[in-house]
């Protein structure tokens, strides 16, 4: 069965052993953001560390930012995934639904930690922080979806924007927190979530009222 990959920009298609390898490649480059703490990871070293011959990897990935970047953007859809799961149980004030949503963001973080050099680092490429802004971007949108779900709100572009500012305010305090602790502490997650709360209460009612009987977000 062959799925459609884009690849340095470009969609290729992969038989069953090619995405096999390539997720073996992103496995054994976060296991090496992991192990490291430099930027001296080469091409090399990710096929030493998956055991695929060089040749092989520069099939995929013509250097190692191409890797970085592919690894940023499975992050990204591992990350969104999680934002659309149920919450149970349903929230019952939107504050409540930002507080639960950015710490389930910080314990994915906190457990990957080649995530948060990535996203969080201070010596990303403009390639892995477009990547992670496009992500933050499609997070957006996602918890556009949440707010209509659980609330009695309108999507709009308004709304998306000033929830693609509040996750930017929330991404800016885990820096900080990643620059001082190599990680996202219970202290700055509630400082975030403060933040971002005190943003949004400039632009949203203090209060919603719940849709009735919510269902699974994405329900129909």
């Not at 709100?153 to 996750?167: G, H, K, N, Q």
């Not at 991404?171 to 900080?176: E, F, K, P, S, T």
């Amino acid at each position: 069965m062959e799925k459609k990959v884009e690849i340095d920009g470009k969609p290729r298609k992969l038989r069953k052993r090619g995405q096999q390898r390539l997720e073996a490649l992103l496995d054994a480059t976060a296991d090496l953001l992991e192990a490291r703490q430099d930027e001296n990871i080469s091409l090399a070293d990710i096929s030493s560390e998956s055991g695929i011959p060089l040749a092989s990897v520069y099939h995929f990935f013509p250097n190692r930012n191409a890797a970085f970047v592919m690894l940023a953007e499975r992050f990204n859809r591992q990350m969104a995934d999680r934002v659309e799961k149920q919450i149970q149980p349903a929230p019952r004030k939107w504050q409540d639904l930002i507080a639960y949503r950015q710490q389930q963001g910080a314990l994915f973080l906190n457990a990957n930690p080649a995530a948060q050099r990535l996203f969080l680092g201070a010596g990303v490429s403009v390639e892995v922080r477009n990547t992670d802004l496009n992500g933050n971007a499609g997070l957006a949108k996602a918890y556009v979806g949440l707010f209509t779900h659980y609330f009695e709100i309108e999507p709009s572009a308004f709304l998306e924007d000033r929830l693609a500012t509040s996750i930017a305010i929330m991404d800016g305090v885990w820096a900080l927190s990643y620059s001082r602790h190599r990680c996202i502490t219970d202290a700055f997650l509630a400082d975030s979530t403060q933040a971002s709360v005190a943003y949004l209460r400039s632009y949203l009612p203090e209060f919603l009222t719940p849709r009735a009987q919510a269902g699974p977000a994405g329900a129909d």
